[in-house]
């Protein structure tokens, strides 16, 4: 093709559809583009590859988050439990056991629900990409002659994106068995229990900062609890050289976000972890944050910062920052 050519400016793609174009009739034609440009909607719209990448974005996150039971009465809605509605006398109704036996479902529910959620999410991958190459295929001829498969391939992806839509948030727990026992009285509670999330605990990779002899440390979650929360902060020492280096560990309660560990090695590294606090409604954490940092070095020849004798939980304070 000469370069001062009209034909010289078509792309590849309106080259590539001329091609096509002579390997069917006319009307057979318009036919294919008709249902080729729906193929490009769905794809483009309701399986779109940015979507899709959002999807897997929520299922990382959703794989970090704790998994609690809430006990609420019928009338009340998921997210109006606190303790002014819901009073503890509704836990000392329902019998521990009992409810143990359902903390152990809640957590193969949760589990069960994960799983589901991947397999969906797979499918979805799976589809687009059969269904793009379909669509960039050279010869439209069996485009045209498996439509009909294509249009069930097209409402089997609608069904399994529904499905994964409605499965991203928790439901209803399972219950087999009444959890308040016969306590002889007139009228037992109605109650009914619910799966709830909470967004997982991270570090705060800026705003953690190691000096020569203490970090500074904190922490945040995405969307803030409507209470506050208890925290639990671990931290060691990697590769301890002698048997009272080992002893540079420690478990530390927090009603914060912030705090500061004191008298560390310096030059050292440490790992920290942080969670939630056990609680009693606790069916499913299957992640916690980390974080190392390393001590600064201590100045040449300078006196080594203070070790205690059995340093298990060396000083630590809270950050008032």
Request: aromatic residues 8%; glycine residues 4%; proline residues 8%.
């Amino acid at each position: 093709m000469k370069l001062d050519s009209p034909h010289s400016f078509l792309d590849a793609e309106e080259v590539e559809e001329a091609d096509d174009q002579q390997l069917l009739e006319p009307e057979a034609w318009r036919t294919y583009v008709e249902r080729r440009n729906v193929l490009r909607e769905f794809l483009t719209t309701d399986l779109s590859p940015q979507l899709l990448k959002r999807h897997h974005a929520r299922m990382q996150l959703l794989k970090k988050c704790s998994y609690y039971i809430e006990i609420l009465p019928k009338h009340l809605a998921l997210g109006d439990q606190n303790p002014l509605v819901l009073p503890n006398t509704m836990f000392q109704l329902i019998d521990p056991w009992k409810f143990q036996r359902m903390k152990k479902v809640g957590t193969a529910q949760t589990k069960i629900q994960l799983l589901l959620l991947g397999d969906l999410l797979e499918q979805l991958d799976h589809g687009r990409a059969a269904l793009d190459a379909l669509l960039e295929a050279p010869d439209p001829r069996p485009f045209l002659t498996g439509w009909g498969l294509v249009e069930q391939q097209l409402a089997d992806l609608s069904v399994v994106m529904d499905n994964f839509l409605a499965m991203m948030v928790p439901g209803h727990l399972h219950v087999k068995h009444r959890l308040v026992s016969d306590i002889g009285a007139t009228k037992i509670p109605h109650i009914r229990l619910m799966l709830s999330t909470k967004m997982p605990v991270m570090f705060d990779r800026k705003e953690s900062v190691a000096h020569q002899d203490w970090v500074s440390l904190r922490w945040f979650v995405t969307i803030q609890p409507a209470a506050p929360e208890q925290y639990e902060l671990r931290f060691k020492l990697l590769e301890p050289r002698t048997q009272q280096e080992c002893t540079q560990c420690g478990i530390v309660p927090v009603a914060a976000c912030t705090f500061d560990v004191h008298n560390l090695l310096p030059n050292r590294t440490y790992k920290f972890t942080i969670k939630r606090a056990e609680s009693y409604t606790l069916v499913y954490e299957p992640w916690r944050d980390s974080l190392t940092l390393q001590t600064m070095p201590g100045p040449p020849g300078g006196p080594a910062p203070s070790r205690l004798g059995k340093p298990s939980l060396p000083l630590t304070t809270p950050s008032e920052r």
